[in-house]
């Protein structure tokens, strides 16, 4: 599975922005931007799912040049309250346990 992911993005943005995406840290918000550019889409129906405090503080700084939404993800091992807490604090809108929640959201 994952390798047929990284086939696709290979095919859509070539392996050189892979390298390129890596010289950022992960909280910084170029990738995203780059990405949204390049797929084309409209940055009102643009949102990040991410899983840990970093994809929230990368999608807050990145909503400081355009409007999107950041929803947090909490897998079996992290539903903890203190994660939870820790992705709104760090700049997630929603915060989902499944992807039925995120299903749920985007209805």
Same mark, same amino acid.
């Given at each position: 599975?994952?390798? /047929?992911? @990284? =086939? #696709?993005?290979? /095919? ?5 922005? &892979?390298? *390129?995406?890596?010289?950022? %840290? ?8 780059? #990405?949204? /550019? *390049?797929? $084309? @889409?409209? &940055?009102?129906?643009? $949102?990040?799912? $991410?899983? !840990? #405090?970093?994809?929230? +503080?990368? !999608? ?8 999107? #939404?950041?929803? $947090?993800? +909490?897998?079996? /091992?992290?539903?903890?309250? @203190?994660? =939870? *807490? %820790? +992705? ?6 929603? !915060?989902? *346990? ?6 749920? +959201?985007?209805?």
């Amino acid at each position: 599975m994952w390798s /047929r992911l @990284t =086939n #696709v993005w290979k /095919r859509k943005f070539g392996s050189s922005f &892979h390298r *390129e995406a890596k010289k950022f %840290s992960k909280t910084q918000p170029l990738f995203l931007l780059r #990405v949204i /550019r *390049e797929i $084309g @889409t409209p &940055h009102s129906k643009c $949102g990040y799912v $991410g899983d !840990v #405090v970093d994809d929230m +503080l990368a !999608v807050k700084a990145a909503k400081k040049k355009l409007q999107m #939404v950041a929803i $947090g993800f +909490l897998s079996g /091992r992290s539903k903890l309250k @203190t994660s =939870n *807490e %820790s +992705l709104f604090m760090a700049g997630a809108d929603f !915060v989902i *346990e499944s992807p039925k929640g995120l299903l749920k +959201l985007l209805s």
